[in-house]
């Protein structure tokens, strides 16, 4: 559809969910945000974005779980009918208001309108915007390949990685096992290990080292990002950015307090094109797998997820770039002093950075696993395995947490 031409009208069935959701948010009290909707729908602008207002003060009105499901709904709504008037308009900034609306709708609205916002999305994401200019479009793409070939040399690595790195214990590393190998090898043990040549079939393995064609997926689209060290940091802060503008940062990674990561979001959910460039690995079904969670994990070098553990079996691909991965097993958990709060009990207090081992005594002489993860590579990490993550240049990787039906025995 090119900007200026009206957006095809809803069906039926969309037509039938929305007045039932309406209906809804008046039995709530809701009565501003139906007469600012119906006025939307109508082709008020004004009343387009006074309603999604309306919804947002509400979703943000006390403890997100407590957030009514049809108050989420009620935002996608909101979002939809600013998307689509906003895309009357002719100009780029129009097309990028939309898309952005719809974002917005999927990343913080419910899942009663979502089908609407994938299909506006893709209507819009169908008609391109127009190319850069050419000499800056070669500066990025320089930029782009030598932020992937940093610290290629391991000496230049160690200068920037934890004390003792990469001088106990390696990962074991396999290459293309077979799923039973790694059942009974590593899964049933829940014993790491990295497998290589698994994942040289992905169009992902190619297809994004083009910073282009990343930009033309994906530039437009609104994506949550953390800003800062790491996430135990007081500076730390999350934003809405456009993927574009997350990968001009890219270039300015230097101050830590400055570092952006695009970190455990499901970026794939939110925009297909990128999802068709990946694939479930295999060796996700040991177990009767069942996918919990399938995430991004997109940044410049220098980022760093700190000491902690995940509830769920792991295999994290790593498509693009280089990462350095420290491993402690769950039975010396306490030796990792965990933090205390309920949100954070997953972390260690253990800066591995800058140990302090005046208050972490403990931590001086643990064994560990660890390796560098390179591209192609999968990593298998068991629950409750702590784990400390840095990227050695610009990384894209890839996790898939899956819940298994069978309980794994180190004495198998």
């Known amino acids: 559809m090119a900007g200026g031409e009206p957006p095809a009208p809803a069906t039926e069935a969309e037509e039938g969910r929305r007045a039932a959701l309406l209906r809804e948010i008046t039995e709530e009290g809701g009565f501003a945000f139906v007469a600012s909707a119906e006025k939307a729908a109508c082709g008020d602008l004004r009343a387009a974005e006074a309603a999604r207002e309306m919804a947002w003060e509400q979703?943000?009105?006390?403890?997100?779980?407590?957030?009514?499901?049809?108050?989420?709904?009620?935002?996608?709504?909101?979002?939809l009918h600013v998307a689509r008037l906003r895309r009357l308009g002719a100009a780029a900034a129009d097309r990028r208001a939309a898309l952005r609306a719809l974002d917005m709708g999927l990343i913080m609205g419910g899942n009663l309108l979502r089908?609407?916002?994938?299909?506006?999305?893709?209507?819009?994401?169908?008609?391109?915007?127009?190319?850069?200019?050419a000499e800056a479009v070669d500066e990025e793409t320089r930029r782009w390949r030598e932020g992937l070939e940093r610290n290629r040399d391991v000496a230049d690595a160690l200068n920037i990685l934890p004390a003792k790195s990469l001088s106990c214990k390696k990962v074991e590393r396999r290459s293309c096992i077979s799923l039973e190998e790694f059942i009974c090898d590593y899964f049933l043990r829940e014993s790491p290990?990295?497998?290589?040549?698994?994942?040289?079939?992905?169009?992902?393995?190619?297809?994004?080292?083009?910073?282009?064609?990343?930009?033309?997926?994906?530039?437009d689209r609104t994506v949550?990002?953390?800003?800062?060290?790491?996430?135990?940091?007081?500076?730390?802060?999350q934003e809405l950015?456009?993927?574009?503008?997350?990968?001009?940062?890219?270039?300015?990674?230097?101050?830590?307090?400055?570092?952006?990561?695009?970190?455990?979001?499901?970026?794939?959910?939110?925009?297909?094109?990128?999802?068709?460039?990946?694939?479930?690995?295999?060796?996700?079904?040991?177990?009767?797998?069942?996918?919990?969670?399938?995430?991004?994990?997109?940044?410049?070098?220098?980022?760093?997820?700190?000491?902690?553990?995940?509830?769920?079996?792991n295999i994290l691909a790593q498509?693009?770039?280089?990462?350095?991965?420290?491993?402690?097993?769950?039975?010396?958990?306490?030796?990792?002093?965990?933090?205390?709060?309920?949100?954070?009990?997953?972390t260690s207090q253990?800066?591995?950075?800058?140990?302090?081992?005046?208050?972490?005594?403990?931590?001086?002489?643990?064994?560990?696993?660890?390796?560098?993860?390179?591209?192609?590579?999968?990593?298998?990490?068991?629950?409750?395995?702590?784990?400390?993550?840095?990227?050695?240049?610009?990384?894209?990787s890839v996790s898939f947490w899956w819940r298994s039906t069978v309980v794994p025995s180190k004495g198998s």
């Not at 979703?59 to 979002?79: K, T």
Request: glycine letters at 8%; a negative charge.
């Open 319 to 346: 498509v693009l770039g280089r990462k350095y991965i420290r491993l402690y097993p769950a039975s010396i958990s306490e030796d990792l002093y965990p933090h205390t709060e309920t949100m954070l009990s997953n």
């Open 193 to 219: 290990v990295i497998i290589s040549g698994s994942i040289n079939h992905w169009p992902a393995r190619t297809k994004w080292k083009d910073i282009q064609y990343l930009k033309k997926i994906a530039g």
């Open 241 to 313: 950015i456009t993927f574009s503008q997350f990968l001009e940062r890219m270039w300015s990674a230097g101050c830590p307090s400055n570092l952006t990561y695009l970190a455990q979001h499901p970026l794939f959910e939110q925009i297909k094109e990128l999802h068709e460039d990946i694939m479930v690995p295999d060796y996700c079904y040991a177990g009767g797998g069942e996918l919990q969670s399938l995430n991004a994990w997109f940044g410049p070098h220098g980022t760093v997820t700190p000491l902690h553990h995940d509830p769920h079996h």
């Open 350 to 396: 253990v800066d591995l950075d800058n140990v302090d081992l005046k208050e972490f005594p403990q931590v001086e002489n643990l064994d560990f696993l660890d390796c560098i993860l390179e591209e192609g590579d999968l990593l298998y990490i068991p629950p409750k395995w702590w784990h400390y993550v840095r990227s050695l240049s610009i990384s894209f």
């Open 59 to 79: 979703l943000h009105s006390g403890p997100w779980s407590e957030v009514g499901a049809a108050w989420r709904d009620a935002y996608a709504l909101a979002c």
């Open 115 to 133: 089908a609407d916002l994938e299909a506006a999305i893709a209507r819009i994401v169908a008609d391109p915007g127009g190319g850069g200019d």
């Open 224 to 237: 949550p990002v953390e800003v800062g060290k790491n996430y135990v940091c007081s500076e730390w802060k």
